[in-house]
T-cell receptor, first 112, second 113 residues
Framework: NAGVTQTPKFRVLKTGQSMTLLCAQD?????MYWYRQDPGMGLRLIHY???????AKGEVPDGYNVSRLKKQNFLLGLESAAPSQTSVYFC???????????FGPGTRLTVL | DAKTTQPNSMESNEEEPVHLPCNHS???????IHWYRQLPSQGPEYVIH???SNVNNRMASLAIAEDRKSSTLILHRATLRDAAVYYC??????????????FGTGTRLQVTL
């Protein structure tokens, strides 16, 4: 049982490049989330999903897109990366509204 | 959204109890109180949550004031591995739209020998 995994762990992009971050969970959770964490700050919700085929905007969705084609995977895409998107990205999942969220180890992204 | 207020940092000696306070004076009747912690260079980790009654689990205890305007996370015997940022979060909306947690800056707990 791997829990929540994230790929890649580190990535450096140039401004304007695109990339996709992959989050996978093997706990059969319905809900999945993408957060970003800037230095010295708490986590901020980017997008979330309440089930396969559904997505919704969080607190800071601009510049990101997401997809949940399979229940176990939640993809976060940056179409045209900007230096302001330099951050650590965390994925999480849980079984239901009142249940604990399980977090992945994070992806450290630097945009030059 | 209901907000929480926590001290920026606290210190504790190893093997001693730690009481981490959280104020949430605008909490609504349906808001659960969640505590997560984040160890250095790791993702957040669930600690405990509750609604009205005090709660205990293997990691910690959560004491909730009778008026629910404040709560305290209690680590009974702090160890060096408990050094982390502790987040007090109100969430668990009863709307069926997922538990959108709002993380503040938390309390950085330092544990010394």
């Amino acid at each position: 049982n791997a829990g929540v995994t994230q790929t890649p762990k580190f990535r450096v992009l140039k401004t304007g490049q695109s990339m996709t971050l992959l989050c996978a969970q093997d706990m059969n959770h319905e809900y999945m989330y993408w957060y970003r964490q800037d230095p010295g700050m708490g986590l901020r919700l980017i997008h979330y999903s309440v089930g396969e085929g559904t997505t919704a905007k969080g607190e800071v969705p601009d510049g990101y897109n997401v997809s949940r084609l399979k229940k176990q995977n939640f993809l976060l895409g940056l179409e045209s990366a900007a230096p302001s998107q330099t951050s650590v990205y965390f994925c999480a999942s849980n079984r239901g509204v009142y249940n604990e969220q399980f977090f992945g180890p994070g992806t450290r992204l630097t945009v030059l | 959204d209901a907000k929480t207020t926590q001290p920026n940092s606290m210190e504790s000696n190893e093997e001693e109890p730690v009481h981490l306070p959280c104020n949430h004076s605008t909490i609504s009747g349906t808001d659960y109180i969640h505590w997560y912690r984040q160890l250095p260079s790791q993702g957040p980790e669930y600690v405990i949550h509750g609604l009205t009654s005090n709660v205990n689990n293997r990691m910690a205890s959560l004491a909730i004031a009778e008026d629910r305007k404040s709560s305290t996370l209690i680590l009974h015997r702090a160890t060096l591995r408990d050094a982390a940022v502790y987040y007090c979060i109100l969430g668990g909306e009863a709307t069926g739209t997922a538990s959108k947690l709002t993380f503040g800056t938390g309390t950085r707990l330092q544990v010394t020998l």
